[in-house]
């Protein structure tokens, strides 16, 4: 059972550079979700997506955008990357109000 | 504006002795809590959650807490083993937002053989 699947695991951009990064869960959830891992800073939501065609901004959206593909896949997108976006990314998804979140294994991006 | 809060950054215990873990609040809406934990290069995984309607929620070792009049949960682990170390984090979805789903800053947990 594959759960939510993020690509790439590593990456790293010059400052400048965009890059997609890709989601995509199997477990025919209605809500997904990225974040951002800091130090010290916890997860921090960027958007999210509570249904297939809609996506709203997070905490921390500037700098990034999404595309919630269909019901399966939500990517996120860094049009120019900076070094303020080095950060580890997880990406979830959960079914419903009521119920928990599951994450990827990440990928952790640095920006050079 | 950080409406879920851990504002422990680190705890450390020794090995069979209990690991309490706190959390605030500062939102009155928010009507259904949960705990993650994460390994490093790990993602987080679900550990326990509570609703509203409840004051305390048990798994095993670990239970879950909640005091709405103060907006405060915590999370208590009995008894602690050094595989619970790692980062514990609190979570809450706002239900008027079509569940954004918003973490605390987490606690990193230390349990010392």
């Known amino acids: 059972n594959a759960g939510v699947t993020q690509t790439p695991k590593f990456q790293v951009l010059k400052t400048g550079q965009s890059m997609t990064l890709q989601c995509a869960q199997d477990?025919?959830?209605?809500?997904m979700y990225w974040y951002r891992q800091d130090p010290g800073m916890g997860l921090r939501l960027i958007y999210y997506?509570?249904?297939?065609?809609?996506?709203d901004k997070g905490e921390v959206p500037n700098g990034y955008n999404v595309s919630r593909l269909n019901k399966r896949e939500f990517s996120l997108r860094l049009e120019s990357a900076a070094p303020s976006q080095t950060s580890v990314y997880f990406c979830?998804?959960?079914?419903?109000?009521?119920?928990?979140?599951?994450f990827g294994q990440g990928t952790r991006l640095t920006v050079v | 504006d950080q409406q879920v809060k851990q504002n422990s950054p680190s705890l450390s215990v020794q090995e069979g002795r209990i690991s309490i873990l706190n959390c605030d609040y500062t939102?009155?809406?928010?009507?259904?809590f949960l705990w993650y934990k994460k390994y490093p290069a790990e993602g987080p995984t679900f550990l326990i959650s509570?609703?509203?309607?409840?004051d305390k929620n048990e798994d095993g070792r670990f239970t879950v807490f909640l005091n709405k009049s103060a907006k405060h949960l915590s999370l208590h682990i009995v008894p602690s083993q050094p595989g619970d170390s790692a980062v514990y984090f609190c979570?809450?979805?706002?239900?008027?937002?079509?569940?954004?789903?918003?973490f605390g800053q987490g606690t990193e947990l230390s349990v010392k053989p």
């Open positions: 477990m025919n959830h209605n809500s």
């Open positions: 979570a809450a979805p706002y239900y008027n937002q079509g569940g954004k789903l918003i």
């Open positions: 939102n009155s809406m928010f009507d259904y």
């Open positions: 509570i609703s509203s309607i409840k």
């Open positions: 979830a998804s959960r079914a419903g109000l009521d119920t928990e979140a599951f």
């Open positions: 997506s509570a249904s297939e065609g809609t996506t």
